[in-house]
Antibody, heavy 121, light 110 residues
Framework: EEQLVQSGAEVKKPTESLKISCKGHGYSFSNYWIAWVRQRPGKGLEWMGIIFPGDSDTKYSPSFEGQVTISADKSSTTVFLQWTSLQASDTAMYFC??????????????WGQGTLVTVSA | QSLLTQPPSVSAAPGQTVTISCSGGSSNIENNFVSWYQQFPATAPRLLIYDNDKRPSEIPDRFSGSKSGASATLAITGLQTGDAADYFCGTWDATVSGGVFGGGTKLTVL
């Protein structure tokens, strides 16, 4: 079964670092884009960035460039989202989602279950 | 402020048809494909429509999508109480060189 399985919920303090993961199962991991999408409590979806694990080509939304790092490890079929210094405003649910293509904009055919990140002093 | 504009909420009775609009511009919808997602509380979004009007095999044909110019529309016919959810449109934007989502529309089935 094709699926994306994300790492568990995290509770962190401001200025701490964090790396969450999204592991692909049941498909050719290197041949599909994986995006990260933020959803703050009670709010909409925000496109953060996307990576093609085959060659690590990565694109970031201007709102998130420099704030997070997206990376991939083909050997473990896992994509990562990393922060070096969390802020309270990073509190949100983070989803990874698979895109078969970016042609014409792309779309997300399935999603991970989400990782809740809570940042509080 | 999202680059794609959706109505915050829509409502209709069971059995009726509802449409949800998604308005953008030349940098996004007009020159790219649109996708639509359904999200229930505390769950991940689910793909309903891709490439403006294509439906994954598991999605009922009660759901349909269309695009005209810089706007797209999701239509749901034969509304069911189980359709009550949040709906988001998405596409690519050339200005930000990245994906964008609409602000989301909450569907209430009365």
């Amino acid at each position: 079964e094709e699926q994306l399985v994300q790492s568990g919920a995290e509770v962190k303090k401001p200025t701490e670092s964090l790396k969450i993961s999204c592991k692909g199962h049941g498909y050719s991991f290197s041949n599909y884009w994986i995006a990260w999408v933020r959803q703050r409590p009670g709010k909409g979806l925000e496109w953060m960035g996307i990576i093609f694990p085959g060659d690590s080509d990565t694109k970031y939304s201007p709102s998130f460039e420099g704030q997070v790092t997206i990376s991939a490890d083909k050997s473990s079929t896992t994509v990562f989202l990393q922060w070096t210094s969390l802020q309270a405003s990073d509190t949100a649910m983070y989803f990874c989602a698979r895109s078969p293509t970016l042609y014409g904009g792309g779309y997300f055919d399935f999603w991970g279950q989400g990782t809740l990140v809570t940042v509080s002093a | 402020q999202s680059l794609l504009t959706q109505p915050p909420s829509v409502s209709a009775a069971p059995g009726q048809t509802v449409t949800i609009s998604c308005s953008g511009g030349s940098s996004n919808i007009e020159n790219n494909f649109v996708s639509w997602y359904q999200q229930f509380p505390a769950t991940a979004p689910r793909l309903l429509i891709y490439d403006n009007d294509k439906r994954p095999s598991e999605i009922p044909d009660r759901f349909s999508g269309s695009k005209s110019g810089a706007s797209a529309t999701l239509a749901i016919t034969g509304l069911q109480t189980g359709d009550a959810a949040d709906y988001f449109c998405g596409t690519w934007d050339a200005t930000v060189s990245g994906g964008v989502f609409g602000g989301g529309t909450k569907l209430t089935v009365l």
